[in-house]
């Protein structure tokens, strides 16, 4: 605010700044008078609730162990194509080992931002000469780093503006950076994160085909306004998981040549790998979410659950198992996912020789972000399979 010249502005946002400050205090003594007295450490919502909240939320009304059923078996199919991956990269290594090989090769700390704003160039173009999804707008996202205040809870994520922004319409993909004052070894655990390939797939996730043509679309759709403003958990963060997979299969990362060299072979099985322990991170969120509120599992279990299952270390488990207490919905990443090709296969099934997966995905994205559920009624005509959604 200091670097601001324009005084009518730095007025307006301090007054802005004292409102929601006292809002803010507001709120949290209200919450030490009148709910701290009455609170409990029990925060299971139950089945009843649980069921009621995905049926209220995103329409999906089915039983919890159906779901999941579907995300176990999913999480064994993914842990098998990361293992799978592992041994054409390394077959006398254990596949938690060739990822954290894989994990060394990152950019140094100051080539990070020009290597993904590098890359996402050449992302964008290979979903644009698959004919993947129509981008409706040659307007690039500017890669950023992640400003200071968001930093503590960012890694990296896409910023765009309101659907009826007038005057500050530029979006920007933020990349949080080392700090200067890190030692040597906490800037080389944060930058395997940003391993090359991992780099990659938060891009497809975050960007291209992900939210940020996700936006593109939604403002170029006939969409009316409260379709505009209001959006589906599950399609929104649906659609940018299944995009890391969907570019994956459709051989991003993979050799074009009919005989490819070994080391084509490892980097694409590299790019599987980064795709998986992602996809891993998703159905544990999913399975420990409804484990958590339906079956009583404990916060220690569902610790010990993503250590065992999507290989996370004690700290980034525990913190993975305690946001599911607050964030039931957080397994929305995986079943907007499921749910996206659950409907990509019966639309291919009805569609025929007409199917193309431009085609599906333009139609999926020209509607706002309803529940998957909706999309279903809009894109197949038979209805006995409306409700099929999983």
């Known amino acids: 605010v200091g670097t601001l010249k324009d005084e009518q502005l ?14 803010l205090n507001d709120y949290a003594a ?9 609170a409990s450490m029990d925060f299971a919502l139950g089945e009843e609730k649980f069921r009621r909240f995905l049926e209220q939320t995103e329409l999906v009304d089915l039983p919890p162990q159906k779901i999941l059923d579907i995300g176990m078996a999913q999480l064994k199919a993914e842990q098998e194509a990361f293992a799978e991956a592992a041994k054409k990269i390394d077959p006398n290594k254990s596949p938690i080992e060739v990822f954290k090989q894989i994990q060394t090769e990152h950019p140094a700390p100051q080539n990070l931002i020009p290597d993904v704003a590098k890359d996402l160039d050449k ?5 644009s000469t698959r004919r993947l999804v129509s981008i409706p707008s040659d307007v690039r996202a500017k890669v950023k780093e992640t400003p200071q205040y968001l930093r503590a809870t960012s890694f990296a994520s896409m910023d765009t503006p309101g659907p009826f922004e007038k005057r500050a319409n530029e979006a920007y993909y933020y990349v949080t950076p080392t700090e200067n004052d890190w030692p040597e070894k906490q800037k080389e655990e944060w930058l395997t994160a940003f391993n090359y390939y991992t780099s990659d797939v938060v891009s497809i996730h975050e960007a291209y085909p992900g939210h940020y043509v996700q936006f593109l679309c939604l403002n170029a759709s006939p969409a009316n306004k409260v379709e505009k403003i209001f959006g589906s958990y ?9 995009c890391e997979k ?14 490819p060299s070994e080391d084509d072979v490892k980097r694409a099985a590299k790019y599987r790998m980064a795709q998986a ?8 969120r999913l399975c420990v979410s409804i484990k958590i509120h339906t079956q009583k599992m404990s916060l220690d279990e569902a610790t010990k659950f993503f250590r065992d299952n999507c290989y996370y270390e004690e700290k980034p488990a525990r913190l993975e198992a305690m946001r599911g207490t607050f964030d039931p919905g957080y397994l929305n990443y995986t079943l907007g996912k499921l749910e996206i090709l659950k409907l990509r296969d019966d639309y291919k099934a009805q569609q025929g020789d007409d199917f193309s997966l431009q085609k599906f995905h333009n139609e999926l994205l020209n509607h ?15 209805q006995s399979k409306w409700d099929q959604v999983l």
């Open 10 to 23: 730095r007025v307006a946002f301090h007054e802005a700044n004292r409102k929601a400050t006292n809002a």
């Open 30 to 38: 209200w919450l030490e008078r009148e709910k701290l007295p009455k």
């Open 123 to 127: 992302i964008r173009k290979y979903v």
């Open 234 to 242: 599950a399609f929104v963060e649906g659609w940018a998981h299944y």
């Open 246 to 259: 969907m570019m994956v299969d459709e051989g991003y990362g993979s050799s074009t040549n009919s005989t």
């Open 277 to 284: 322990d992602e996809a891993l991170l998703r159905l544990c």
């Open 368 to 382: 706002g972000m309803p529940p998957i559920r909706l999309l279903r009624e809009i894109m197949l005509k038979d």
